[in-house]
């Protein structure tokens, strides 16, 4: 609340500087405020007496939505990307699967390694979890393992997440 907005019968005031002005009615304190061309705003209203400030609120709105932005853009998203493995996955393939969950890598993204169960293929288990810590081994000095391997009905998933390289400054 702004200005003429403010219901109370006495504030708190606070100078644009930060000191105490005291407890004063409101029409008194939009007085001050007008004769120093600044609004009185009140930033804590469940306190006894509702302490305002005053302030340029234009300018304090463009800096906030400044400050908004900002952090806006030094956010990470994150995003989960997929790697689908077979229990009979040739040589080839998985360096080409590697080559791609490595790019997935390097730009900061989890990796979610999932092989499928094709037919009788879910009984030996063993042979896609064989495939996946080879998976893992071949890249082991750029991620760590987020998820170990686990059957979810007819998928074994791994989620891999990048190393985090902090170095000390």
Excluded: W
Aim: proline letters at 2%; charged letters at 35%; aromatic letters at 4%.
């Amino acid at each position: 609340m702004i200005n003429d907005e403010i219901r109370d019968r006495e504030v708190r005031v606070i100078s644009e500087t930060g000191e105490q002005l005291g407890i004063m009615p409101t029409k008194r304190a939009l007085e001050i405020a007008e004769e120093r061309q600044l609004d009185l705003v009140r930033i804590q209203g469940n306190a006894a007496p509702a302490v305002c400030k005053l302030m340029n609120y234009d300018k304090f709105r463009y800096e906030q939505s400044k400050r908004q932005r900002e952090n806006r853009k030094n956010q990470r998203v994150i995003t989960l990307k997929e790697v689908q493995l077979s229990a009979t996955i040739e040589e080839n393939d998985v360096q080409v699967k590697m080559k791609n969950a490595l790019r997935f890598l390097a730009d900061g993204n989890k990796v979610k390694v999932s092989i499928r169960f094709r037919g009788r293929q879910i009984t030996h288990t063993e042979i896609g979890a064989q495939v996946m810590n080879d998976f893992y081994d071949r890249m082991k000095d750029k991620c760590v393992v987020e998820r170990k391997p686990l059957v979810e009905g007819r998928h074994m998933i791994m989620i891999l997440a990048p190393k985090e390289n902090k170095e000390v400054k």
